[in-house]
């Protein structure tokens, strides 16, 4: 399974074609009906203008693009000429310690540089409000594995305890302050806690991030299934991956009339939600 | 005074919620009743980070402690790392917990001999893989009530 693409949202195309093309400096790859499309590596990305669109700069969810060492730093370049805040952040995925660079979009989608062998998109990253179901999702259904887990061990609370006390900068939505259980007695007490997330490899060179999400926040209704933001995962096995689909039923996705089962059919693509309610395209091309 | 009845519940603090997990199931039989806070709910309402798990009929908290927690000497398999956990099951399933760990090679002590007259048959000492002491027993007195029991 790798990416096929990303659909965001935007406020405004033509501001954000500037950002994506001239600074970020992906290839204009024309128009769709959803937006304009540029390409990076054998992937695309898509922007979808919205009135309102749906970006979460304070949680964890970033897409993260991948290039190689020299272009990452004409990038950089590109990025300081255009007055963008790049930060540097403590990660806990061990191939992000050495390079990662966070920045905005114009809307405030968190994107993401790190190196690697070739330019595509590295990463997504998500939030849901169930963890488990997230993982259940993605690895019984989707057939990933867990690649990354931070917030299970006690060493997560330590790096936590040393972001509240200012001494690590992490990225947005890694850790958080919760208020304590025993809040009635003592209100005023919170603690930095990690904020759980996982990532989850889906083949090679394809990962996806999932985070909890802090705050509950209003999502599609359940009987939607075609929708932005977007990932869209190209798969040889989209046939499998239907019956997988159909026969490992999690009570928290609702089927659709179309089909009968948790997903929808656009031609030969299939349309799903995971239990976040965050919108897959799972596609042959 | 007021006599307690039973134990409701213990709190087991552990180093990985993971680790810990697989390691109560498979060498206790421990049954996974529910993890808190890896939903939205249980972060808002600042709940500790833990698996209820079940063995028998008692219910134990596996719970990520909020700083570090001291760890015992490695080679110390016999003692208490402030309280040790001690569980009896039948004699059959005492030869059970020790082929468990033998499989996993689970450093133990034991099985050690109790006096004859006492109420214990036989002992075996190790720890979780957070530093936990726990101790396994069989009874010559009593028909353990684990039998038959299904901690799922």
Known sequence: ?285 | MAHVESISHSGINVADLKDAEEFYADILGAGITNRVNFNTDDARRGRSVHTSVKMADWLFALALPRGEMPMPAADALRGTNGFRHGFHVSRERFGQVIARLRARTVPFDGPVSHPEKGPLGESVYFKDPGGNFIEVCWRRDQVTVTDGLDNG
């Open chain 1, 1 to 285: 399974m790798g990416y096929a693409g990303l659909l965001l949202e935007v406020a405004d195309a033509e501001r954000s074609a500037r950002f994506y093309g001239d600074v970020l400096g992906l290839k204009g790859d024309g128009e769709t009906a959803e937006g304009a499309r540029f390409r990076i590596g054998t992937s695309v990305v898509t922007l979808c203008q919205r009135a309102q669109p749906k970006v979460l700069p304070e949680s964890g969810a970033h897409l993260a693009f991948r290039l190689p060492a020299a272009e990452l730093d004409n990038g950089l370049g590109r990025l300081a000429k255009a007055g963008v805040d790049v930060h540097d952040y403590r990660e806990d995925r061990l191939v992000e310690r050495d390079h990662n660079r966070y920045f905005a979009d114009p809307d405030g989608n968190r994107l993401q540089l790190v190196v690697g062998h070739s330019a595509g998109i590295d990463h997504a990253a998500i939030e849901t409000h169930d963890l488990e179901w997230a993982e259940s999702f993605y690895t019984h259904v989707l057939g990933g594995a867990v690649e990354t887990r931070v917030g299970w061990r006690m060493e997560d609370y330590a790096k936590a305890k040393a972001w509240g006390e200012g001494s690590e900068a992490c990225a947005p939505g890694t850790r958080r302050w919760d208020k304590l259980y025993s809040a009635t007695i003592d209100p005023d007490r919170h603690v930095a806690r990690p904020n759980a997330h996982i990532f989850v490899t889906l083949g090679p060179d394809t990962v996806v991030g999932v985070y909890l999400a802090t705050e509950h926040r209003q999502e599609p209704p359940p009987d939607q299934f075609v929708g932005t933001p977007r990932i869209c995962l190209r798969t040889s096995r989209l046939a499998e991956l239907e019956e997988r689909l159909r026969d490992i039923r999690l009570r928290c996705l609702q089927d659709s009339p179309q089909t009968g089962g948790p997903f929808e059919r656009r031609g030969s693509a299939l349309f799903a939600r995971d239990p976040g309610g965050n919108f897959l395209e799972l596609t042959t091309e």
